[in-house]
């Protein structure tokens, strides 16, 4: 059975650090565009960052640029998100999410019905 097991999360004062990863299991990461997102209390989703299928092309959100980094570990076979100087308005739950198919030229920061697999989250929390 093809699954995303999202890790990493926890509490951390402003201006710290978390590294999330995304974990497949019964497929290989390199083959799939991944997506990472998060969802915050009252609010809809918001992509965070995505790297493409292949050629690992990234793409980030305004919101994350310069602090977040998405990045491939294909001997474990994970997707991992590196969060530096975090604030408060990064406090959510973050998701990763699977796309198939040809893989485009750059990925789109945003989560849709086109992904074909995401995970159970894991929580962030930011806060002093």
């Known amino acids: 059975q093809l699954q995303l097991v999202e890790s990493g999360g926890g509490s951390v004062q402003p201006g710290g650090s978390l590294r999330l990863s995304c974990a497949a299991s019964?497929?290989?990461?390199?083959?799939?565009?991944i997506l990472w997102f998060r969802q915050a209390p009252g609010k809809e989703n918001e992509g965070v960052a995505c790297?493409?299928?292949?050629?690992?092309?990234?793409n980030y959100a305004d919101s994350v640029k310069g602090r977040f980094t998405i990045s491939r570990d294909n001997a474990k076979n994970t997707v991992d998100l590196q969060m530096n100087s975090l604030k408060p308005e990064d406090t959510a739950l973050y998701y990763c999410?699977?796309?198939?198919?040809?893989?485009?030229?750059?990925?789109?920061?945003?989560?849709?019905?086109?992904?074909?697999?995401w995970g159970q989250g894991t929580r962030v929390t930011v806060s002093s």
């Open positions: 790297i493409t299928a292949h050629t690992d092309t990234t």
């Open positions: 999410a699977a796309l198939g198919g040809p893989a485009p030229a750059i990925c789109t920061v945003m989560f849709s019905g086109r992904y074909n697999y």
């Open positions: 019964g497929f290989s990461l390199d083959r799939w565009t």
